[in-house]
C-alpha cells in the first residue's frame, strides 16, 4: 500500500496525471479576469495586450517534462494561426527560479510569451502540471485542462478552440 502512494504521489508531483476540466469559483473566475503577469524585462501586463487573440495560458515549469513536450506543438500552433493565437508561458515560480527560467528561455527557440505571476498557484489551486488555461479574443474564459493529454492531445485540444474562438 505504501509503494502505492508513492507512486500516486510521484504522479502528481511530476504531471502525470489523467486530463481534467476545471471548474472555477466565482472569485477564482475574476482572479483570472483581472489577471496581470510579469514578463522577464519586468514589466506588468494584463490580458488585454492580447485583445482579439485566443491566448493559452501555459502554467509550466522548467523541470516538467509533460509541460516542455507540448512547447513544439504549441509553437506550431502559433506560426499556423498568427495574429489570431497566442502562447502565454506563464511560470507560477514554484520551484523555478529566475535564473533558471531565462536560461531555459534563451536556450530554447519557441515564440512564446514568456511571463511569471507567483499568485496564480494559489488563487487557482493549481498543485499539479501542466496546466493549461484557454481564454477566447474577448478576454473571457474558455476552460482548463489540467494533466497530461500528449502533445498530439494538446495539439487538438488547442487548435479546437482556436478554431472555436478566434477570429
Request: a negative charge; one cysteine or more.
Given at each position: ?15 502525470f496525471t489523467l ?81 533558471v527560467i531565462t ?65
Open positions: 500500500m505504501k509503494t502505492l502512494i508513492s507512486a500516486l504521489l510521484l504522479l502528481l508531483v511530476t504531471g486530463p481534467a476540466d476545471v471548474t472555477y469559483t466565482d472569485e477564482q473566475l475574476e482572479f483570472l479576469e483581472n489577471l496581470t503577469f510579469t514578463d522577464f524585462e519586468g514589466n506588468e501586463h494584463d490580458l488585454s495586450v492580447f485583445e482579439g487573440q485566443v491566448v493559452l495560458i501555459d502554467v509550466w515549469e522548467t523541470w516538467c517534462t509533460p509541460c516542455l513536450v507540448s512547447f513544439p506543438h504549441l509553437d506550431e500552433l502559433q506560426e499556423t494561426f498568427a495574429g489570431d493565437f497566442v502562447v502565454l508561458a506563464l511560470s507560477p515560480k514554484m520551484m523555478d527560479s529566475r535564473d536560461d531555459f528561455i534563451s536556450e530554447h527557440d519557441y515564440d512564446f510569451f514568456y511571463a511569471y505571476n507567483e499568485e496564480i498557484a494559489e488563487a487557482l489551486e493549481i498543485n499539479s502540471l501542466p496546466y493549461k488555461i484557454y481564454i477566447d479574443p474577448n478576454g473571457n474564459f474558455v476552460k482548463t485542462k489540467i494533466g497530461n493529454q500528449g502533445p498530439e492531445a494538446d495539439y487538438e485540444t488547442t487548435r479546437e478552440v482556436i478554431e472555436e474562438y478566434g477570429g
